[in-house]
């Protein structure tokens, strides 16, 4: 039986730096500069009505855990 994945809302703006920040489950770094999916892939984009990113879902692709990244916004 396939293990369910895990699922984690992560607030962009609480993250400092560069914008880098640790899968909470396996701790594999994701990175927005990363656009070769190797570390994760994005699952799906959720835009506002005038077209501003509102949130992404990414899941992590060591472990699997889904992301629910938000705080676009305030970016």
Known sequence: MKKPSTMHAIDLT???????????QCGSVIS??????????????KMKRNEQLEELVIQCN??????????????
């Open 62 to 75: 060591k472990c699997k855990t889904t992301m629910h990244l938000t705080g676009f916004t305030s970016l």
């Open 14 to 24: 609480k993250i400092e730096g560069s914008g880098d920040f640790p899968c909470p």
């Open 32 to 45: 927005p500069e990363d656009k070769s999916e190797e570390t994760y892939i994005i699952q799906n984009v």
